[in-house]
């Protein structure tokens, strides 16, 4: 009978540890938020989102999500202090129309609302190199490392941009570029997904490096002119010829017969001059050389 007793004391002790050992969470209702930093945040510029959840205590979670333009680009989970404040910095780095939310337990905050204007105009620093980096995002390529300032590079994938989204054909940069590139939008779409392959699109005069799915690199590039045209199908890569040729073309990929796409000057940016081929961007050509591989298809369209 005393065993029985013991037994059952013991029980209930550890029953009371246990109980003590996990308290619930007293939080009373949504978290409350607010934003610090600049009144009117620009791209690059640094927010923190800071709230408190009603009756949190350490080990309660809140949810901050950051979307942009409808688009989710942050989410993470914070915990909250002893007091029940959290804080979550993020940077400003898409577009356009921000929304931040806090939510726990089913629970959401009053949405923190702003907008980010892109620059007018490009200057060197951080904001070029997010542009620069922005077009290599979207499939464009603009030389390699990515630059701090708006080089011929840049240039070169911008003219490809515009090309690929029917704009005017110069090296103009635009606001609505900006814009469209930091929402993920106007890159090119292939018509092809498999393998390592090359596409060339004759009615926007552009040709796309394609690994699979993936859009690896989009260039300006000038095909045959009406007298000359560029045969259009389906070919494969057979021959490489580095350097110079006694007819100017700089790293030739040969598909069919004479047909190449190569380094040329000039490649003009509003219409189709080559002799048949495609011309590509001679700073850009060693770079197309290196990725094609003998073997590899290539795709002509309109």
Same mark, same amino acid.
């Given at each position: ?13 550890? !029953? ?13 209702? $949504? ?8 009144? @009117? ?77 892109? $620059? ?33 590079? @840049? ?12 704009? !005017? ?72 010829? $580095? ?60």
């Amino acid at each position: 009978m005393k065993r029985v007793a013991l037994t059952c004391a013991l029980a209930s002790a550890v !029953a009371v540890v246990a109980f003590s050992a996990a308290p619930a969470s007293a939080a009373t209702g $949504p978290p409350t938020l607010d934003l610090s930093g600049p009144k @009117s945040p620009g791209l690059l510029d640094k927010v923190t989102a800071t709230g408190t959840l009603p009756g949190g205590v350490p080990g309660d979670q809140v949810t901050v999500t950051v979307q942009a333009s409808g688009r989710t680009v942050d989410k993470k989970q914070v915990g909250v202090g002893g007091d029940g404040g959290f804080s979550f910095p993020f940077v400003v780095d898409a577009c356009c129309a921000y929304e931040v939310t806090a939510t726990s337990g089913g629970q959401g905050s009053q949405p923190q609302r702003f907008t980010v204007r892109v $620059p007018k105009h490009l200057r060197k620093g951080a904001i070029s190199h997010l542009y620069n980096q922005s077009l290599v995002d979207e499939g464009y390529y603009t030389g390699g490392r990515v630059s701090g300032k708006y080089n011929h590079g @840049s240039q070169l994938a911008t003219l490809a941009f515009r090309k690929v989204n029917n704009m !005017a054909r110069n090296y103009q940069y635009k606001p609505v570029i900006f814009e469209k590139l930091l929402q993920d939008k106007g890159a090119f779409r292939p018509r092809y997904h498999s393998g390592h392959h090359v596409e060339v699109d004759i009615s926007r005069q552009v040709m796309a490096l394609v690994d699979g799915d993936k859009v690896v690199a989009t260039f300006h590039v000038s095909t045959g002119k009406p007298s000359t045209p560029t045969v259009r199908g389906t070919y494969h890569f057979y021959r490489k010829d $580095p350097g110079y040729n006694s007819e100017g073309m700089y790293y030739s990929v040969y598909f069919i017969r004479g047909y190449a796409t190569h380094g040329y000057n000039p490649v003009p940016m509003h219409e189709a001059a080559s002799h048949g081929c495609v011309r590509n961007p001679i700073p850009f050509s060693t770079y197309i050389y290196n990725w094609i591989h003998l073997g590899d298809a290539i795709h002509i369209y309109e």
